[in-house]
C-alpha cells in the first residue's frame, strides 16, 4: 500500500492543480506564475541534494574517498539522457512561440503538453528508485522518507498542473474540460515512469546509487534549462528567487524533519 501510494501522490498533486482551470482565471497573474515556477525549482532541487544525491553517496561509503564516484556520474547520465530527450523530442514551453526538438505539424497545446511530460518524468523516475531502495531493505531508505519526497513533488506539481492546464484554455483554443485533461495526462508519465523505474532497479539493485543520482541529474537539468529561464522572463524581479528560497526551505524541512 505504501509504494501505490508513493507513486500516486505526485500525480495526484498534478490532477489538483490541473483542476484549478475550473475555478481560477484563463491565465495566472505573470507575478504568481515567477513565485511557483521559482517554489517549483527550488523543491526539485532540495530534492535532489537530499532525498537523492546524499543517500546515494552514503550508499558508495565502501568505496572511500571515491564515494563520490556512483554519484557524480549518475548526475551526469541523467542530465545527458534529458538533454536527449529535449533535442529529438517535440516539444513547445509556455510563452515561447518557437517549438524545441525535430520539426513537427502538432498542435502547440500538444506540444505544449509534451514539454511539461518531459519534465516530469525525472520526477517519476525519482520517487520511483527511492522507492525501489525502500523495496530493497538494504539501502537505509525508510517510509518516510520515501513518501516525503512523493509529497514534496507532489506539492511543487500543484502549481505546475495549473500553470499548464490554463494557458491550455486560453491560448491553446480548448475547453475547460480538455484542457484538465491534457493537464492531467501531462503527469500520467509520473505514475509510469516510477513502476518502471522500481522494475529496473529490482532487476539492477548493485546500481541503486547511479540510479539516485541518475533521477537527481535529471531532474536538476529540468531546473537549469526550463524552470529558471522561464521565471526569470519578462521584467525584472526576485519574485522566482524569493519562491526558490520557499520551496527549498519546505523540501529541506520536510526532508529532515520527516525522513
Known amino acids: 500500500m505504501d509504494i501505490f501510494l508513493g507513486i500516486m501522490i505526485p ?19 505573470p507575478a504568481i506564475q515567477k513565485i511557483l515556477l521559482g517554489f517549483a525549482s ?6 535532489s541534494v537530499w532525498s537523492l544525491i546524499i543517500p546515494a553517496i552514503n550508499l558508495s561509503e565502501g568505496m572511500g574517498k571515491l564515494s563520490f564516484l ?24 509556455l510563452d515561447s512561440e518557437e ?5 513537427s505539424h502538432w498542435r502547440k497545446s500538444t506540444m505544449m503538453v509534451l514539454a511539461v511530460t518531459l519534465h516530469n518524468l525525472p520526477e517519476g523516475m525519482a520517487v520511483g528508485v527511492v522507492l525501489a531502495g ?18 514534496g513533488i507532489a506539492i511543487q506539481n500543484f502549481p505546475e498542473g495549473a500553470i499548464i492546464s490554463m494557458p491550455l484554455k486560453s491560448e491553446g ?12 495526462l501531462s503527469g500520467a508519465v509520473e505514475p509510469v515512469g516510477a513502476a518502471l523505474t522500481i522494475l529496473l532497479a529490482g532487476v539492477f539493485l548493485p546500481i541503486l546509487p547511479y540510479l539516485l543520482a541518475f533521477a537527481a541529474g535529471a531532474m536538476l537539468y529540468v531546473v537549469v534549462e526550463e524552470l529558471i529561464p522561464e521565471a526569470s522572463e519578462g521584467a525584472h524581479s526576485n519574485l ?6 520557499a520551496g527549498f526551505i519546505l523540501m529541506m524541512i520536510l526532508d529532515v524533519a520527516l525522513g
Open 42 to 47: 527550488g523543491v526539485m532541487v532540495a530534492a
Open 99 to 103: 517549438a524545441e526538438g525535430p520539426e
Open 240 to 245: 522566482a528567487t524569493t519562491g526558490f528560497a
Open 70 to 93: 556512483p554519484a557524480a556520474v549518475g548526475i551526469l547520465l541523467g542530465m545527458g539522457f534529458l538533454l536527449f530527450l529535449d533535442s529529438h523530442v517535440p516539444h513547445q514551453h
Open 11 to 29: 500525480f495526484i498533486g498534478t490532477t489538483l492543480g490541473a483542476a484549478c482551470v475550473f475555478f481560477l482565471k484563463d491565465r495566472l497573474h
Open 134 to 151: 525502500l523495496l530493497s531493505g538494504e539501502s537505509g531508505i525508510t517510509t518516510a522518507s520515501a513518501i516525503t519526497l512523493a509529497l
Open 173 to 184: 483554443g480548448v475547453s475547460r474540460k480538455k484542457a484538465f485533461l491534457m493537464g492531467t
